[in-house]
Antibody, heavy 115, light 107 residues
Framework: QIQLVQSGPELKKPGESVKISCKASGYTFTNYGMYWVKQAPGQGLQYMGWINTETGKPTYADDFKGRFVFFLETSASTAYLQINNLKNEDMATYFC????????WGQGTLVTVSS | DIQMTQSPASLSASPEEIVTITCQASQDIGNWLAWYQQKPGKSPQLLIYSATSLADGIPSRFSGSRSGTQYSLKISRLQVEDTGIYYCLQRYSNPRTFGGGTKLELK
């Protein structure tokens, strides 16, 4: 069965960087794009963008252009989200999701930003 | 960007009742709409895709419909385990956009 397993919670200071991994299993990694979704505490779901797992090309939603980077380690069937120069407003749970209809989700990674 | 306006923001209903949640798209998105349920501390779960198709393993009391650019999720015979937050998502165009969510509680 298709599974997405994300890395564990992170505690970071403002200005630092964080890298979140999303390891896929149970299917051919390049068959589906990988999407990223942000959920701030007590808030709804916010689409961040996606990465084409065949070409490695990322596409970012407007709010996530600049400090956010999607990349792949295809040999390991793993997608990554890196957030640079962390800000307080980046504190959230980040989900990876795949399947055209976002049918499969990782368990989420909580990023806490605190000085 | 396509805006998805979801209503109501919250809803309280009794077991066995019928509830309906709607999403209004800001433009035509065809049937490119999905519905998700999210429980506290969990990932969203796909319920409905292509506006009306039931996802694998989802009980038949969940159903989706479309009227123009308005989409509805109906839950018939509400069960205790149906509490949670429900979201719609359009995948007609990039960027994908979610509705604001509907929090469903049972009385």
């Amino acid at each position: 069965q298709i599974q997405l397993v994300q890395s564990g919670p992170e505690l970071k200071k403002p200005g630092e960087s964080v890298k979140i991994s999303c390891k896929a299993s149970g299917y051919t990694f390049t068959n589906y794009g990988m999407y990223w979704v942000k959920q701030a505490p007590g808030q709804g779901l916010q689409y961040m963008g996606w990465i084409n797992t065949e070409t490695g090309k990322p596409t970012y939603a407007d709010d996530f252009k600049g400090r956010f980077v999607f990349f792949l380690e295809t040999s390991a069937s793993t997608a990554y989200l890196q957030i640079n120069n962390l800000k307080n407003e980046d504190m959230a749970t980040y989900f990876c999701a795949t399947g055209g209809w976002f049918a499969y989700w990782g368990q989420g990674t909580l990023v806490t930003v605190s000085s | 960007d396509i805006q998805m306006t979801q209503s109501p923001a919250s809803l309280s209903a009794s077991p066995e009742e019928i509830v309906t949640i709607t999403c209004q798209a800001s433009q035509d998105i065809g049937n490119w709409l999905a519905w998700y349920q999210q429980k506290p501390g969990k990932s969203p779960q796909l319920l409905i895709y292509s506006a009306t198709s039931l996802a694998d393993g989802i009980p038949s009391r969940f159903s989706g419909s479309r009227s123009g650019t308005q989409y509805s999720l109906k839950i018939s015979r509400l069960q205790v385990e149906d509490t949670g937050i429900y979201y719609c998502l359009q995948r007609y165009s990039n960027p994908r956009t979610f509705g604001g969510g509907t929090k469903l509680e049972l009385k």
